[in-house]
């Protein structure tokens, strides 16, 4: 039995949700590093080298951000449901204590 109302499938859906969200970012990354050599071998010129420098110190570093950010929602969900757990079995407890007193009066 559970004391607080929780919609832990909601929540296990979600989590789910995210983490597909965060293979599909790393794809994405995966695939721009990949275009950057093939865009140097075929483009010739300083820009080139600029385009390639850009996607490395821009773009890479903000994917690889916004995939910290996701790894850190679904490690605060969980969080979150074991607090609650914890939280149940300690008001689990205290009313078993409570009710174990009534029992004796």
């Given at each position: 039995?559970?004391?607080?109302?929780?919609?832990?499938?909601?929540?296990?859906?979600?989590?789910?949700?995210?983490?597909?969200?965060?293979?599909?970012?790393?794809?994405?990354?995966?695939?721009?590093?990949?275009?950057?050599?093939?865009?140097?071998?075929?483009?010739?010129?300083g820009d080139a080298?600029?385009?390639?420098?850009?996607?490395?110190?821009?773009?890479?570093?903000?994917?690889?951000?916004?995939?910290?950010?996701?790894?850190?929602?679904?490690?605060?969900l969980t969080k979150?449901?074991?607090?609650?757990?914890?939280?149940?079995?300690?008001?689990?407890?205290?009313?078993?204590?409570?009710g174990d007193m009534?029992?004796?009066?």
């Open positions: 039995m559970s004391f607080f109302q929780f919609q832990r499938d909601g929540v296990s859906n979600a989590i789910s949700q995210i983490s597909q969200q965060q293979q599909v970012t790393n794809g994405v990354m995966d695939t721009i590093s990949g275009y950057v050599p093939k865009i140097q071998g075929a483009w010739i010129g080298n600029e385009f390639a420098a850009d996607v490395a110190r821009k773009l890479i570093p903000a994917i690889m951000e916004l995939i910290a950010a996701i790894a850190g929602v679904n490690l605060n979150a449901t074991g607090v609650v757990d914890q939280a149940d079995a300690k008001i689990k407890s205290l009313a078993d204590g409570l009534f029992d004796k009066i």
